[in-house]
């Protein structure tokens, strides 16, 4: 080969393995920082995940592993919250944004894709950052964010599937009383809402990703056509009808073993119930329900990587793991607690059972993304209960330094 064409071959190589990186871009639009992340995994970048305020981005963390796997964006905007006028000045700078990231990366599409948005605490304004362009907002979930007033939206607006999770121990904000304020008018208004209250948690983020992770992906499916060319321009999102969904009895919610069910076989008030996209978002929100629960689910990575830590309420409980790593579950219990057998699921999906001590079961070739995973155990008289859940997300390569691995 002449010299010419080695060093042709070559550039083109490097040239390849830049277009293969992850990117990272940011900018400062007036007094808000804006950062973005495009997954190497996202040839053509499908939808984008939007945090205004409370997050600092990363390209390893959960939410980083989860766009890769949906092939989106993950965009994190922050502003003294000081400011006045925050919500106005977080959506001029994401509009703004998405136009210079958009030319520096070569993802012409990054002005086309729908949004979902994701926040805790002043992290709520996403929902006010999002709703103003309702054409292209998929979703908001908002943890112990103020739960929004349906009189107050556009009617376009107010028709979004919005989740909400609060803590169920009242404190100095007092957002509680916004459960019957807004959100019980919202669901008799037959909007489709999903609400999680958590045990044990006041002002907490707690198990909230167990939920927002599923609800995100489901109505997802619902409303963006599996068709659309990104590329082409923005979709039209299909409008959600409460029929189309899953439904959670919130009156049932003291126990262990919440009731969920389809939109024609729920038995309860429909009017004031929480309302799913789908049966996987339904069983995550049953087990994220279940209260004082004398058995929790475990999981390990049969390497030794990773471990999850110790059921706490207020504390998020999930790890990452590498490919190729297989999870070893089972399930700790109060010494004065019998079951008989136990059923370990990811999301609504089976994945194994034991009917024996040491309740264990290996889960082998997890695909890479996020999961959401618990356990059904039987008493000894076979009535079922939920464990709590936790979340799994599988990295697409293996994480590189020590630091990386949680």
């Known amino acids: 080969m002449r010299r010419a064409e080695i060093f042709f071959a070559v550039l083109c190589a490097f040239a390849g393995a830049a277009c293969a990186d992850d990117k990272v871009l940011s900018a400062t639009i007036q007094t808000v920082d804006v950062r973005l992340f495009i997954p190497r995994e996202a040839k053509v970048v499908r939808g984008l995940l939007v945090h205004s305020a409370h997050y600092k981005l990363s390209t390893t963390d959960r939410w980083a ?69 309702p054409d292209r907002t998929i979703t908001t979930c908002v943890s112990c964010g103020w739960i929004t007033d349906p009189a107050k939206l556009k009617p376009e607006a107010a028709l979004l599937p919005l989740a909400f999770t609060l803590g169920a121990i009242p404190d100095d904000f007092k957002m509680l009383p916004g459960i019957e304020d807004y959100f019980v008018p919202a669901r008799k208004q037959g909007l489709p809402w999903g609400l999680a209250v958590q045990w044990g948690c006041a002002h907490d983020w707690g198990n909230s990703l167990c939920f927002f992770m599923p609800w995100i992906e489901g109505v997802t499916r619902l409303r963006v056509p599996s068709d659309w060319d990104p590329l082409s321009g923005p979709p039209v999102l299909r409008q959600v009808r409460q029929e189309q969904g899953w439904l959670g009895d919130r009156a049932s919610t003291e126990g262990t073993w919440a009731i969920v069910a389809s939109w024609d076989e729920f038995k309860g008030d429909k009017s004031v119930a929480t309302w799913f996209p789908d049966r996987r978002t339904a069983f995550c929100w049953r087990a994220l329900m279940t209260k004082d629960s004398p058995v929790h689910i475990e999981a390990a990575a049969s390497d030794g990587s990773a471990r999850l830590p110790a059921f706490n309420p207020k504390v ?19 010494p004065d607690t019998n079951i008989a057998a136990v059923e370990y699921y990811d999301g609504d999906v089976l994945l194994g059972a034991s009917a024996a001590p040491p309740w264990q079961f290996t889960w082998k070739d997890m695909s890479a993304g996020p999961h959401v995973i618990w356990a059904l155990w039987k008493d000894p008289d076979g009535k079922p209960h939920a464990t709590n859940p936790a979340w799994i997300v599988r990295r697409h390569t293996a994480a590189q330094a020590a630091g990386e691995r949680q």
Do not use: Y
């Not at 925050?86 to 070569?106: C, I, N, T, Y």
């Not at 790593?325 to 109060?334: F, G, K, P, Q, Y």
């Open 316 to 334: 998020d409980r999930g790890i990452m793991v590498d490919p190729g790593i297989s999870l070893i579950l089972t399930v700790s219990m109060r």
């Open 65 to 133: 592993e989860t766009c890769r796997a949906w092939h989106w964006a993950h965009m994190a905007e922050n502003i003294d919250l000081k400011q006045t006028n925050r919500p106005a000045k977080l959506r001029r700078a994401m509009e703004e944004s998405l136009v210079r990231f958009a030319e520096e990366s070569g993802h012409r599409e990054l002005l086309n894709v729908p949004r979902a948005g994701v926040g805790h605490s002043a992290g709520g304004m996403v929902t006010p950052v999002l709703l103003e362009s």
